[in-house]
């Protein structure tokens, strides 16, 4: 055979290979069709098909167990779509917030109750625009409207106080028989005052501010009266003193005004005169008692006092007193007809060791509510709830 009958009968093979290999792939689509009804009925359960080789009919078996087996996988997949679903959720709506809330019960609720405590100052007093700031304005505040003044002994009750809206805080000598123990006032002293005195001043109080001159110190040398009266003011932080009496300190009171000391006067019942007027009453009840009221009270504006307290005056009396002098009569148990009213703080408060005065008015009794929380503590650490 020549070289061209080789070649071409080497290539008639090759073709006729060439077409053979056609069944061979069509027999793997063959072997496929019967893949499909299981992963048809894999897709009816629900079920991740996984891709088994088609070889042998073990690969069948293995498909039924992995079907029994992931049906409950698909469960937890879409319980993770849907919780990764909900946060983002959550921030879209204004209900779903609560349950961020639950978690954080103990912060949220925690700030706004701290908040009053941190700013109690920034509570603005119904008269704080008002409020009397200095002796002029309290002056001027006759026949305006009334004057409303309270006592204080200490920081927090001073603070409390001033917030309240009055026009001037009095540190009295009361505080020997409302916190100090005394019956009276006579036990207190220069240093009580000037103490007591310079704690309410840190309190910080915007309205004016008095101290009372305690026992005696008014009787001494006016030198004695000025070096009093100059330890309230730079030690104790006061606006003004007030000293009891009338006509027989005029002349001591007038030399402390020109010396630039403010004073406030007091006649009427003079608690440090208690021990010799034996005791307390009302005064102004006959016609010379009402007199000398009114002698002691023009003797005071004469001598400069900026302001008068009048004390356990016949209501009568003290409104024509009212009328008749120039500076602000300060009522305290002299009825509704004076320039204005002051009160101890503790007796309105009922916070007191004993029965207050029958003209006060008492807002509160702290007495009780103090009792009770004490003796809660008391049985709630006997009993093992606290420190719970």
Known sequence: MSDEEKESSSSKPSDSGEGKPKPKRRAPVRRKKPVEPKARKSEEANVKTVEVPPTAEKAASEVVPIVDQKPESPEPEQKT????????????????????????????????????????????????EDQARNVRDLANLKGKRPIVALTAYDSV?????????VDFILVGDSVGTT??????????DMTDMVRHTAAVRRAQPKCLLVAD???G???????????SARRLMQEGGADAVKIEGGRDVADDIEKLVATGVPVLGHIG????????????RKFGVDRQEAEDLYTDAIALEE???????????????????????LPPLIGIGSGAGCDG???????????????????????ANLNQVISRALSQYVEEVRGGKFPS
């Open 81 to 128: 779509k849907d919780s990764n679903s909900k946060p983002q959720a959550q921030p879209k709506s204004s209900a779903k917030p609560k349950g961020e809330e639950g978690n954080k019960p103990k912060d949220r609720p925690s700030t706004p109750q701290r908040q009053p405590h941190r700013r109690p100052q920034e509570h603005a007093p119904k008269y704080y």
């Open 303 to 325: 001598a400069g006092c900026f302001a008068v307290v009048g004390e356990m005056i016949e209501e009568a009396v003290a409104r024509e007193l009212t009328k008749q002098i």
């Open 213 to 215: 001159l305690p026992f």
């Open 179 to 188: 916190l100090l123990g005394h019956r009276t006032t006579i036990p207190v």
């Open 157 to 165: 009750m001073g603070r409390l106080v001033n917030d309240a809206g």
């Open 269 to 280: 019942l003079l608690p440090q005169t208690v021990k010799a007027i034996g005791g307390y």
């Open 341 to 363: 009213q002051i009160l101890v703080s503790t007796d309105i408060l009922g916070y007191n060791a004993r029965k207050a005065p029958s003209f006060v008015k008492t807002y």
């Open 217 to 227: 110190e008014a009787s001494f040398s006016f030198d004695r009266l000025l070096e």
